[in-house]
């Protein structure tokens, strides 16, 4: 209740503050110095403390080989602390040009011009199909609208949020530090239809990472689908008291299964035939 509070709370101030914005070229003159709340073209900039960057960062457990976007990079804070403290490639996708280049020079400061990528554009009209990781600090209606966008990328991309949720997506990760709250998603693989295996079928119905179903053999009998988990492709399950694991690749799921606690493990396969 409480967490609902500050949220709507938050909401209400950046719309507000998005109201009241200052507009982005109030400044004459010298280098251009960015003001918390100027303008943005869907949201204001406020930036996210460093501590809950490095947080949002950790909670994606962000790796070398990774590609991560930052949607609406600021003055380049994720992003630079990505290549920075991670040693990985980022990229920042920024609207206004002014940020974008003071964006370009903080990165020339700290020294990871060459691990990082500043890309003036719309994040609705950009790119970011090859991000392993996606960081964002927008609002609960932006994030909506790049759920389903989201929702299509390779199963097991991770993105994480300063403040704002996703609806009825549920995060599979929540984390504050100093008041503030990130949530965590794993993009899941699709695993909705029926599945053909070795002794029959196996119908599932799925809602973002949860999903759940019946096991029928060809002599009429049914089994739940039970002890369900899809975490990005990886999935495991149960069918009357044997266990699935294994991994989702577009319309094959393969893994190994044991029919008791005891039992050997053993080759499984799915096929989706509808
Ligand atoms: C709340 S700030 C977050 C900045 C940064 N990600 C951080 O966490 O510190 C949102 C940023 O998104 C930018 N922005 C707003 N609408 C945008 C859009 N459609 N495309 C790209 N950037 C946008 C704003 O200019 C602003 O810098």
Not at 13 to 35: D, H, N, V, Y
Not at 94 to 110: F, I, Q, T, W
């Amino acid at each position: 209740m409480q967490l609902i509070v500050r949220h709507t709370v938050l909401t209400a101030f950046f719309i507000a503050a998005a109201a009241l914005s200052i507009p982005a070229q109030a400044q004459t003159g010298g280098e251009f110095k960015p003001q918390v709340g100027q303008a943005g073209k869907d949201v204001i900039w406020v930036p996210t403390p460093k501590s809950l960057v490095e947080k949002m960062l950790k909670m994606v457990d962000v790796k070398p080989t990774d590609v991560v976007y930052d949607l609406g990079s600021g003055d380049g804070i994720t992003v630079i602390t990505a290549a920075k403290q991670f040693g990985v490639r980022a990229t920042g996708i920024e609207y206004n040009p002014d940020m974008v280049e003071l964006s370009k020079r903080n990165a020339e400061r700290e020294g990871v011009a060459d691990k990082t990528r500043f890309i003036r554009g719309d994040i609705f009209a950009t790119d970011f199909s090859d991000a392993t990781v996606l960081t964002m600090y927008l609002l609960p209606y932006l994030n909506l609208k790049l759920r389903p966008t989201i929702l299509n990328m390779k199963p097991g991309t991770r993105v994480v949020s300063h403040a704002f949720t996703m609806d009825d997506w549920a995060p599979d990760q929540t984390d504050s530090t100093e008041g503030r709250t990130a949530y965590m998603w794993i993009v899941p693989a699709k695993v909705e239809g029926n599945w053909k295996m070795d002794k029959g079928t196996m119908e599932l119905k799925q809602k973002f990472q949860d999903f759940e179903g019946v096991f029928r053999n060809g002599d009429g009998m049914s089994w739940r689908v039970t002890a369900t988990n899809l975490r990005g492709d990886q999935i495991s399950f149960s069918i009357g008291g044997a266990s699935y694991t294994g991994r989702v690749s577009g319309s094959t799921m393969k893994g190994t299964m044991r029919a008791r606690a005891d039992a050997p493990a053993t080759p499984w396969s799915a096929t989706l035939v509808r």
